[in-house]
């Protein structure tokens, strides 16, 4: 095999696959090194706003559907629902640990109980863990009328796009936070690595719901796409399945896992079946 062949092979691969995403997650141990040292918090926002002006980039040169980019009124929609629910995710946070620490006021002197396991262990552990609530609170969001009429607001968009990732009701991302957060304080992992995991978390929630072409291959069944993703968002309801964003394990081994290599879902949007929702004016619906 010559040279020619080999790069027109790589070229190939590259252009079969969601380079953006992949070279996304490649970056993300740098960026969490360069930003050693500064407040959680920081680091989190930092990560998260420049993965998403990274994203937004790539949508406009990788577009899988041009007709999917964000127009204006809905990227306004979607900086409010940024900001709404970053302030939410900052409050609950705050909230958490602040009970925590009254229920079980230990953990403020002694390391918790999963502090102490190599990170090659314990932050997979954390993303699993971390994915469990998440996956079973939305899960139970598709079957309950009380959960789905805050749940529905995620689905509304007829397209699928790294802005509209952010668009959730905020009682939606203060339980997210909660079933993610609860058990990491609770187990015990050191704060270093509930960091890791949530920036990779956070990361994969918005690549999953990216306009980009390319496939992740063999990929699709270790880590969240938007490959699998699309598939929730259909309109159909028996095909929107892959509850789980991070990982599709919880998905695999409670089998709602969706994998149609090279398909996509005809429509997204909300289940016909859905009654029609007034959460947003017909401008900023998408
Ligand atoms: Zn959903």
Redesign the pocket.
């Known amino acids: 095999m010559n040279l020619r062949t080999l790069t027109q092979g790589a070229l190939r691969l590259l252009h079969a696959s969601n380079w953006p995403h992949l070279l996304l997650l490649a970056a993300l141990p740098a960026a969490a090194w360069a930003l050693r040292g500064w407040p959680h918090e920081q680091t989190l926002a930092l990560v998260g706003l420049a993965a998403l002006a990274w994203l937004m980039l790539a949508e406009r040169l990788w577009p899988l559907s041009p007709d999917w980019q964000a127009r204006r009124p809905e990227l306004a929609r979607d900086a409010a629902f940024l900001g709404l629910n970053a302030v939410v995710d900052s409050l609950s946070a705050f909230l958490l640990t602040a009970l925590v620490l009254r229920w079980a006021p230990g953990q403020a002197d002694s390391p918790g109980a999963l502090a102490t396991l190599p990170a090659v262990v314990a932050l997979p552990l954390a993303i699993a863990i971390g994915e469990l609530g998440p996956f079973a609170l939305?899960r139970w969001?598709?079957r309950r009328e009380g959960l789905w009429r805050f749940?529905a607001l995620?689905?509304q968009p007829a397209k699928l796009n790294a802005a509209n990732a952010v668009l959730a009701h905020p009682l939606n991302a203060a339980w997210n936070q909660a079933a993610r957060l609860l058990p990491w304080l609770l187990l015990g992992f050191s704060a270093e690595v509930m960091l890791w995991a949530a920036l990779f978390m956070q990361v994969q929630g918005l690549a999953v719901h990216a306009n980009l072409r390319g496939s992740l291959g063999p990929l699709n069944c270790l880590i969240g796409s938007a490959e699998l993703h699309r598939w929730?968002h259909s309109v159909v309801e028996a095909e929107a399945h892959n509850y789980g964003t991070a990982i599709p394990l919880w998905d695999q081994l409670f089998g709602s896992f969706v994998y149609r290599p090279g398909r996509a879902p005809a429509r997204l949007g909300l289940f016909a079946s859905t009654a029609p929702q007034t959460w947003l004016p017909a401008c900023c619906r998408g």
């Open positions: 939305h969001a598709h749940h995620h689905h929730h």
